[in-house]
């Protein structure tokens, strides 16, 4: 017999990403019968909405997880280190948002859209992980085309919102603006140099091999999401003066012969995607459209004239929602209604 209220608990719940699983859990009438509510001491004892009633916020700690059916996690790698496990040995299944676990080997990665069949490996940890909001946009339009194609390299280069970064990155921006246009120095705690109208070609920390860890997320993830280590990814990650909406432009080689009338038929019947692709009027997609949107967009797609099978397009999403929360709420609504 199928529970009528699932305990739900969100640990990183005053963040950016945290404010969204609660939005998407109304939004999307998710069963929940009690809602824990879990940050940081500083937020102990503050209170949060949920549909139309103040919730209160607690410390998260490890008396947290009894009698909880799913964590939908997102307090920064570190603590979902140390929480997620203790959650997981509790009972609670664990969707977590952070890097911690996605390359775990007994941890499944998982974009519904792609992968879903993964889920079931949940059970040796009792912890899905939810991918980097860059790897998720890309995968969900390109299975369709690895699908009927064989995907055999990937060029891409991002163009991610400072809300990837969290709740002070988003501040950060104001800040600066508005300092620039009262003639005032903008000042950089977040990012490495000013984000005000300019771009960084640094997301996160650089690794020995001269790549971020941004960019050998979206390799090493691609790998694991579609089981196929042989796809050569190549990336460039960069953050750009937008607060909501990840941009990304994307090169594809397949081993079979490809057009762009192809990719456009099987892209507007695929799942989660929606082709906005009328360059003569245009219309493509676009982060100020795309913001607060399920779908991920897909429009300029057009051969790559320099190799036998290769296409390029533009991928835009909510990185927010489809990048993170969203992505994390679907996972629980197959948790329900397929193994708890
Ligand atoms: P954020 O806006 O800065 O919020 C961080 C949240 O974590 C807040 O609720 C904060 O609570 C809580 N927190 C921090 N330290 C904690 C602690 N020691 N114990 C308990 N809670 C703690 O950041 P965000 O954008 O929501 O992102 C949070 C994390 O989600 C990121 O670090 C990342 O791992 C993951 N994330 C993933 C994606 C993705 O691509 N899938 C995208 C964005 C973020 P207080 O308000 O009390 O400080
Ligand atoms: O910067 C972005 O646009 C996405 C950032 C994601 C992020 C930010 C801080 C820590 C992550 C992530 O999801 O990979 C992490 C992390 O968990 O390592």
New binding site residues.
Partial sequence: MKKKGYCIAI?????????EFLKILEERGFPVGELRL???????GTTLEFKGKKEP?R??DEETFKGVDIGLF???????AV?APKAGKAGCIVVD????FRMDPDVPLVVPEVNPEAIAQYKKKNIIA???????QMVVALKPIHDAFRIKRIVVSTYQSV???????MEELSDQIKALYNMREPEAKIFPHRIAFNCLPQIDSFLPNGYTKEEMKMVNETHKIFDDPSIKVTATTVRVPVFVGHSESVNVETERPITPEAVKKLLKKAPGVTVVDDPKNGLYPMPVDAAGQDDTFVGRIRRDETVPNGINMWIVSD??RK??AL?AVQIAELLVRDYI
């Fill in positions: 640990a990183g719940a005053t963040g950016v990403v945290g404010h879990l940050a940081s001491e500083r937020s102990a916020v410390n998260l997102s307090p920064g790698a570190p603590v979902s929480y948002n952070t890097s911690q939810n991918p980097n909001c860059s790897t998720i809300s990837g970064a969290g709740k002070e990155a990185n927010l990048g993170a992505n």
